[in-house]
């Protein structure tokens, strides 16, 4: 069965998309960078728990491997249409009131940094209804809190199936929470994004 | 947990930064707005305040505002952040120094000194500790007593000889520290060179003349105005062909100041002046 018509309509409203992923996302967000469209119409970004690497080894895979313009998130970069922005390690993203990104090193938050609720707070503030968000595996809580900030100001939100994801926590907490308006299967999240 | 957002809003965060400005003669107005409003709110937090009461003691509590300070501006920092930043500076900016008699080292919101004692390990092992002297500032005085010191957590230290190691740099981290029960303190060979003062980016001016000025994620807290204006003042601080360098994300966006400043290394935003 396909996705529904509500959440057909609101996810092509969405003008920003912000995925959390954590431990055992990679797979998914490896495919999801793989077949998003090069020209999806929309600003796309990635908050990603990882080490602080020096080498910056998922960035690169990544951005050698999407159809759509990727780039590594500098300090007061504009937010673009049909570019996938990935949030630097060892800094928390921001987004700004003027539509820009801007960046922060304060201390980690559920010990991690970027910390996806960080972004997804932000995000709300800013963009509200304007955006989707889309809670991957995980083996913590964050993203639980800032997606229900985004439910909230009217964002949709998806959590995806624990039962399905490598890690179920994260999305569980996020549910948990009452943060999701939607739990997805991976097969139900592509059947989406490809919509 | 610090995630809370909202609890203010955009007028009061900016009727917040007119007291700041009116009672203590401080100028936030050039912050970015998402990341003082999260340092706000998480203030309230702690302190278990509504806005009413920080107004209330921002106003009338001149105690509570050298705390409030601390914690408005970020002050997390490690040794060595950005080993491949240090390598850098080891290829690129190293030799140009060592031919100077005297090399004079800037390094811009130093917070507790972690970059400056950094940089002065480089330095020795460069064979350049007896000729340089490195000047750490900051707007925090708290922090500055910190960086003083010199004296910090073992367990700290210790989480930056990864760090320390990617660098490429002999021996280990904890080889530069006195190491005193769960204290680790920096040599002094290497704190004699270091002077900290406080110094305020946006209302204070041009007080040497520097081979180098390190100041590596202020900017990403400040709007692009400001970071213009700094930006005009450390090319004024610098001697002909002098060096800086900003955090790995914060690039050099005005065109003015790009003919100014030549890019050395794109990745490490490590820049040189050019012309006078």
Redesign the interface.
């Known amino acids: 069965m396909g996705p529904d018509k509500k959440l057909l309509e609101r996810w092509h409203d969405a003008q920003i998309v912000l995925f959390g992923g954590s431990a055992g996302s990679f797979k998914i967000l490896f495919r999801i960078i793989k077949d998003l469209p090069e020209k999806l119409g929309k600003t796309v970004i990635l908050i990603i728990h990882r080490k602080k690497n ?1 080498f910056s080894e998922i960035e690169k895979l990544f951005s050698e491997n999407s159809r759509m313009y990727m780039r590594e ?4 970069d504009i937010l673009k249409t049909n570019t996938m922005y990935i949030a ?1 390690a ?2 928390h993203t ?4 003027g539509g820009y990104f ?6 980690p ?2 010990y991690s940094k970027p ?1 996806i ?2 972004t997804f ?2 995000a ?3 963009y509200g209804n304007k955006c989707a968000a889309i809670l991957l595996s995980g083996a913590n809580q964050d993203g639980a ?2 997606m229900l ?1 985004l439910r909230e100001s009217g964002a949709l939100t998806i959590a995806q199936e624990p039962a399905d994801a490598e890690m179920p926590e994260m999305p569980r907490s996020a549910i948990n929470l009452g943060a999701a308006d939607y739990i997805l299967t991976q097969d139900e999240i592509f059947k989406l994004l490809l919509s | 947990m610090d995630t809370a957002q909202g609890i203010i809003s955009n007028a009061q965060v900016q009727e917040l930064i007119d007291i700041v400005r009116k009672v203590h003669g401080f100028d936030f107005s050039g912050y970015t707005k998402a990341s003082l409003k999260r340092r706000l709110t998480r203030i309230m937090l702690l302190n278990k305040f509504e806005f009413y009461d920080l107004k209330h003691v921002l106003i009338n509590d001149s105690d509570f505002f050298q705390g409030f300070l601390e914690e408005i501006t970020v002050n997390v920092t490690e040794m060595f952040r950005d080993p491949s930043f240090y390598k850098a500076v080891n290829a690129q900016v190293v030799p140009y120094l060592s031919t100077y008699q005297h090399v004079k080292i800037w390094s811009a919101g130093c917070s507790t000194g972690e970059e400056v004692y950094s940089m002065a390990i480089l330095l020795n092992e460069a064979g350049l500790g007896k000729k340089s002297f490195i000047y750490g500032t900051d707007i925090n005085t708290e922090v500055l007593r910190e960086a003083r010191k010199g004296i910090y957590s073992l367990r700290n230290i210790k989480s930056y000889a990864e760090n320390y190691q990617y660098t490429g740099l002999k021996g280990s981290i904890t080889d530069h520290f006195t190491i005193l029960y769960d204290a680790a303190s920096i040599h002094n060979e290497l704190k004699q060179n270091t002077l900290f003062s406080v110094h305020n980016l946006i209302s204070d001016t041009v007080f040497n003349e520097f081979q180098m000025i390190s100041c590596r994620n202020v900017f990403i807290y400040f709007e692009t105005f400001l970071q213009e204006r700094i930006l005009d003042l450390f090319y004024k601080s610098l001697c002909p062909l002098g060096y800086l360098c900003l955090g790995s994300k914060e690039t050099i966006r005005s065109d003015s100041f790009k003919s100014k400043f030549k890019v050395i290394n794109q990745k490490e935003n490590i820049y040189q002046k050019v012309g006078t």
């Open positions: 020096f998130i500098e300090d007061k630097p060892n800094y921001l987004i700004e009131d801007s960046l922060d090193v304060s201390e938050v559920w910390s609720d960080v707070e932000s709300a503030e800013v809190g800032g900030k």
